[in-house]
């Protein structure tokens, strides 16, 4: 006789499934907590994935599965050995679970019992408040390059996309971090020569190319990385940080101009308020402006509805 997995599935579907279909013809309602039970469970389901995916218990996860599916194909092909063994292997599954997932669950314990609540359902800070700690990050990174007059070109990518400059140099997909910025423009390190974009809170890549700005009112004595920093300004509406090698002075290049030898101060309030303020005050306005339209649009659409009824009344 094969071994099932150790639950006898006819009663299972007839007391459970079968049963709870009646409850539903009797008692409708409960079709809506069988909807947010379900979504809650795939939630769950969801954020613990998300938790385990790239650490050693998401191999460990496609182990376990792979287990159960064998384990069920040994019992519809009746390989009697096979089934008995794999099925004490998953008697013993939920112990195992526990011994070898230990690392991650008490993480997400700990998680649960902190303030990084929202981080662990996946939660994450608001755009505007992220991209205001990166333009930190740049801000501490420039200062830290023009003390040792090392040069540096960090273009902060807005609405205009520039795959097309991303695309020649080395990608990287990085958090920002003045760190990982200070290190790249190290000098004689392989991704020093180009510039760095960020784009999308990452820093999408490194030793890029930038077009060159030929306009002939530029000043003689800029360097060819100003002139970069410049072009792409002028052919998309990023915002170009640029460290000196020569003097270790901080300019940015905005809208094809350029603005020299900025203080530390000065250049965290050009980048917030050009990064920042600006773009998120104009999402917050049209988010407002949107919202207002649906309200009228209601009541527009009650107030005709209430003249419709009216005139059958009438009539």
Same mark, same amino acid.
């Given at each position: 006789?094969?071994?099932?997995?150790?639950?006898?599935?006819?009663?299972?579907?007839?007391?459970?499934?079968?049963?709870?279909?009646? =409850? +539903?013809?009797? !008692?409708?309602?409960?079709?809506?907590?069988?909807?947010?039970?379900?979504?809650?469970?795939?939630?769950?389901?969801?954020?613990?994935?998300?938790?385990?995916?790239?650490?050693?218990?998401?191999?460990?996860?496609?182990?376990?599965?792979?287990?159960?599916?064998?384990?069920?194909?040994?019992?519809?092909?009746? &390989?009697?050995? *096979?089934?008995?063994?794999?099925?004490?292997?998953?008697?013993?599954?939920?112990?195992?679970?526990?011994?070898?997932?230990?690392?991650?669950?008490?993480?997400?314990?700990?998680? &649960?019992?902190?303030?990084? &609540?929202?981080?662990?359902?996946?939660?994450?800070?608001?755009?505007? #408040?992220?991209?205001?700690?990166?333009?930190?990050?740049?801000?501490?990174?420039? #200062?830290?390059?023009?003390?040792?007059?090392?040069?540096?070109?960090?273009?902060?990518?807005?609405?205009?996309?520039?795959?097309?400059?991303?695309?020649?140099?080395?990608?990287?997909? @990085?958090?920002?971090?003045?760190?990982?910025?200070?290190?790249?423009?190290?000098?004689? #390190?392989?991704?020093?020569?180009?510039?760095?974009?960020?784009?999308? !809170?990452?820093?999408?890549?490194?030793?890029?190319? &930038?077009? *060159?700005?030929?306009?002939?009112?530029?000043?003689?004595?800029?360097?060819?990385?100003?002139?970069?920093?410049?072009?792409? =300004?002028?052919?998309?509406? =990023?915002?170009?940080?640029?460290?000196?090698?020569?003097?270790?002075?901080?300019?940015? @290049?905005?809208?094809?101009? *350029?603005?020299?030898?900025?203080?530390?101060?000065? +250049?965290?309030?050009?980048?917030?308020? !050009?990064?920042?303020?600006?773009?998120?005050?104009?999402?917050?306005?049209?988010?407002?402006?949107?919202?207002?339209?649906?309200?009228?649009?209601?009541?527009?659409?009650?107030?005709? @509805?209430?003249?419709?009824?009216?005139?059958?009344?009438?009539?």
């Amino acid at each position: 006789m094969v071994i099932d997995l150790g639950m006898n599935w006819e009663n299972f579907y007839r007391d459970n499934i079968v049963a709870y279909i009646k =409850s +539903l013809q009797t !008692n409708p309602f409960e079709l809506v907590t069988l909807i947010l039970d379900l979504s809650i469970v795939c939630f769950l389901i969801y954020c613990f994935l998300k938790v385990v995916k790239g650490s050693r218990a998401w191999q460990l996860i496609k182990g376990i599965v792979l287990l159960i599916i064998a384990t069920g194909l040994s019992g519809l092909l009746n &390989l009697k050995i *096979l089934n008995w063994i794999l099925t004490g292997i998953m008697n013993l599954g939920v112990i195992a679970i526990i011994v070898i997932f230990q690392p991650e669950l008490r993480r997400a314990l700990e998680q &649960l019992g902190t303030n990084k &609540l929202g981080k662990f359902f996946g939660i994450d800070k608001d755009l505007a #408040t992220k991209t205001k700690e990166d333009i930190y990050k740049i801000v501490i990174a420039a #200062t830290e390059l023009a003390k040792t007059k090392t040069g540096a070109l960090i273009v902060i990518e807005r609405d205009i996309k520039i795959q097309d400059i991303i695309a020649t140099g080395i990608p990287m997909d @990085a958090e920002v971090s003045p760190q990982l910025l200070v290190n790249i423009f190290v000098p004689k #390190t392989p991704l020093h020569d180009g510039a760095v974009v960020i784009s999308g !809170n990452k820093i999408a890549a490194a030793a890029c190319v &930038l077009p *060159l700005a030929d306009d002939k009112d530029i000043a003689k004595e800029l360097g060819t990385r100003h002139r970069a920093a410049i072009g792409v =300004s002028k052919e998309s509406d =990023s915002i170009v940080v640029v460290v000196s090698e020569e003097t270790g002075k901080i300019s940015v @290049a905005k809208d094809g101009t *350029l603005i020299a030898d900025v203080r530390e101060d000065v +250049l965290k309030k050009i980048l917030i308020s !050009n990064i920042v303020t600006k773009r998120f005050a104009v999402e917050k306005k049209e988010r407002r402006n949107k919202l207002k339209e649906l309200r009228e649009k209601l009541k527009k659409d009650k107030n005709t @509805a209430k003249e419709e009824k009216d005139k059958k009344e009438e009539k």
